[in-house]
């Protein structure tokens, strides 16, 4: 990533320092100024965010598979992880772990029932986290006992 922030840094500097805005000084001078170093990951971002595959853009065989491990993707109506696999497949996540935020955790037995379908689907590229809210549970054991169900049936945590 530094190697990318650099490169792009050098794509960046003026011909001439002295004519530089005040932006491009610092980010000039960052290349060897200690004290900006904690930009140069930002710069490094922002540089790559550029290359970023477009949703049609095909894997490049030259680039390594990601691994995301932690999303929130919607993932308990018929599709939801269809979307995901595409958005993977765009990005070149080789696999990613969805984390249910408390908006769109299932909420009935039907929910649920697709949720299990969805990720059936996927197995072994979309795995799920469980969660389990203090105020749910009476006690350690009842929550345990729901981590046990939720690992049964597919939640890798």
Request: include cysteine; hydrophobic fraction near 40%; proline fraction near 5%.
């Amino acid at each position: 990533m530094l190697r990318s922030a650099f490169a792009c840094l050098a794509r960046a500097k003026p011909a001439n320092l002295s004519q530089a805005s005040g932006f491009a000084k610092c980010m000039t001078l960052s290349r060897v100024a200690l004290v900006l170093v904690p930009l140069v990951p930002l710069m490094g971002m922002i540089c790559l965010a550029a290359e970023v595959p477009q949703p049609n853009d095909a894997p490049r065989a030259d680039k390594g598979r990601f691994v995301d491990e932690h999303v929130h993707f919607d993932d308990r109506h018929a599709g939801d992880l269809d979307k995901v696999a595409e958005w993977m497949k765009a990005n070149n996540v080789q696999r990613c772990i969805n984390h249910p935020l408390a908006q769109i955790r299932t909420r009935n037995e039907d929910d649920r029932k697709q949720l299990l379908e969805n990720y059936a689907k996927y197995k072994g590229r979309i795995d799920r986290f469980c969660i389990i809210y203090p105020d749910e549970v009476n006690s350690v054991e009842e929550a345990v006992k729901i981590l046990a169900k939720e690992k049964q049936e597919g939640a890798i945590g």
